[in-house]
């Protein structure tokens, strides 16, 4: 009797999972969105979100009150090597060199209050409650970040060190937006 019941419980769960499956698969063209302007690769595995089975495009949405509102942004960058720490101003969508390397920083976009929601990054609101900048770093002409070839790596105000940008000599802080 419990071989039986054993039995019928798998075949269940067998069936179950197959139909799982189907409906995975039928799900409907029309969920896709077309790229606005920025595009973000996104990495193949994601920490958390298990592993997709190819790079997923992303949307980088500005909402227009946050480009009329947000003008530039700070960056303190540490040399560790002299144990000393510079600030950076610089407008959105520019960049600057780091003086004394090779490292060029390139600014994106700028979202005040960072929101990711499947393949979309955009802003909430308005409000800083979590800003996030957008770089791309580049040494002697070759992009080392984001490394997984995304067009953006993100630096954040309230969590410096989520996917920081890693250098044997440099480190770079994103720490304030400058309203225009």
Known sequence: ??????IIS???????FGACKEKEKEEPASRKTESPAYDMKAPASMPGHGTMDKKTEMQVIVPPEVKDRWGE???????KKENRSR????????????PDSDL???TGP?????????QIITSASNDPKNPAIGVAIYEKD?????????????????FPTIHSFQH????LTFIEAIKK
């Not at 950076?88 to 060199?97: L, M, N, P, S, Y």
């Not at 953006?152 to 309230?158: K, M, R, S, T």
């Not at 044997?168 to 480190?171: T, V």
């Open 1 to 6: 009797m419990k071989k039986a019941l054993l």
């Open 10 to 16: 798998v075949i269940v769960v067998l069936f179950s």
């Open 73 to 79: 942004v700070k960056f303190s960058v540490e040399d």
């Open 87 to 98: 600030e950076f101003t610089v407008a959105i969508g520019d960049e600057f060199k780091i």
């Open 104 to 106: 060029t920083v390139r």
């Open 110 to 118: 700028f979202l005040p209050d960072f929101k990711m929601s499947g």
């Open 142 to 158: 070759k992009k080392i970040f984001p490394e997984s070839g995304r067009k953006w790596g993100w630096l954040y105000i309230n």
């Open 168 to 171: 044997e000599r440099y480190a």
